[in-house]
């Protein structure tokens, strides 16, 4: 126990079975006390899902950073080495299936988390790792540290199982344009050459100006298309990570069914809460979606080979 505890914490307990508890999925991302973003968008579908998830936080904010006031702090560095040491003393690395990071704050902390990346996947080879790679978006341009860039591409891009880029981080990681279909898949392989089994791109805008999102591997490339909705809110991004880790690892679901199930719960996320006229995602209609296949209305089709 860290010693910054007080010690009337410590305590033990009379009655706890010794039985480790199961877990899914680490996810290592920003949390907010209100609003969806990181981890407060990601871990309420899945555990709606059933899904086990132990969550580490990187930054504890009040809200995202858009509103006219923002409170709290990026973790300090000591403070995430601590809670992610303290995961590997619960062995939870060797329990869970992926690990999931996603906005990291700050190059100190980029290097402390490539560190337990380094350390945790030696100790569990079959962990599955997903890097979402959070450095900025066209309209905002980067949001991040520049040095967590090449922190991704350098100590963590080589460990990944799978890389969730939108299309503007997929230009920063890949140094390449990704203005089209066939520039994103272009450079997809460019990243599948230094590692990954699969990167998916989300926020490509085809000729027509709807959204496509692209799963790539080496032997295959899928598309799945739709049209653009009125609203920017937060956490769209993370919600379609997590889905698709969980769908391909832990329900076992091709990816192009994984794909299907993720982009038609964000898409009709987004819409119901256009619905509301609410400010931040409405959660709850994400895992209600990919609960019913029923619902999933936008199909994926081959993309181009070029």
């Given at each position: 126990m860290s010693s910054e505890l007080a010690a009337h914490l410590i305590h033990g307990r009379?009655?706890?079975?010794?039985?480790?508890?199961?877990?899914?999925?680490?996810?290592?991302?920003?949390?907010?006390?209100?609003?969806?973003?990181?981890?407060?968008?990601a871990v309420p579908p899945l555990r709606q899902l059933g899904v086990r998830v132990a969550e580490v936080p990187t930054t504890l904010l009040s809200n995202a950073p858009f509103y006219a006031t923002t409170r709290g702090r990026v973790l300090p560095a000591d403070w995430l080495a601590d809670l992610l040491l303290g995961a590997r003393e619960r062995g939870i690395h060797r329990r869970a299936?992926?690990?999931?990071?996603?906005?990291?704050?700050?190059?100190?902390?980029?290097?402390?988390?490539?560190?337990?990346?380094?350390?945790?996947l030696v100790d569990a080879p079959g962990l599955k790792y997903c890097l979402d790679p959070v450095i900025g978006d066209t309209h905002t341009g980067p949001y991040v540290e520049p040095g967590l860039e090449t922190i991704f591409?350098?100590?963590?891009?080589?460990?990944?199982?799978?890389?969730?880029?939108?299309?503007?981080?997929?230009?920063r990681l890949s140094e390449m344009?990704?203005?089209?279909?066939?520039?994103?898949?272009?450079?997809?392989?460019?990243?599948?050459?230094?590692?990954?089994?699969?990167?998916?791109?989300?926020?490509?805008?085809?000729a027509a100006g709807q959204l496509v999102t692209m799963a790539v591997s080496r032997e295959e490339a899928w598309k799945i298309t739709t049209p653009e909705l009125p609203i920017d809110v937060a956490?769209?991004?993370?919600?379609?990570?997590?889905?698709?880790?969980?769908?391909?690892?832990?329900?076992?679901?091709?990816?192009p069914r994984a794909l299907e199930r993720a982009v038609?719960?964000?898409?009709?996320?987004?819409?119901?809460?256009?619905e509301r006229g609410i400010e931040e995602v409405d959660l709850n209609v994400a895992a209600t979606v990919a609960r019913d296949p029923t619902r999933w209305i936008f199909r994926v089709a081959p993309a181009s080979r070029g």
């Open positions: 009379r009655q706890r079975p010794d039985g480790p508890a199961p877990v899914d999925i680490i996810s290592v991302q920003s949390q907010l006390v209100y609003g969806h973003a990181g981890n407060s968008a299936t992926a690990l999931i990071s996603g906005y990291l704050g700050s190059i100190d902390n980029g290097v402390v988390f490539a560190k337990f990346v380094d350390e945790t591409r350098e100590r963590l891009l080589p460990h990944a199982w799978m890389v969730t880029p939108n299309a503007f981080e997929l230009e344009p990704c203005q089209t279909e066939r520039e994103c898949e272009a450079a997809a392989h460019h990243l599948l050459a230094q590692g990954p089994f699969w990167v998916v791109t989300h926020s490509v805008r085809d956490g769209t991004g993370d919600v379609l990570t997590a889905m698709l880790v969980a769908g391909v690892l832990l329900d076992q679901l091709s990816m038609n719960a964000v898409h009709q996320m987004l819409e119901a809460t256009l």
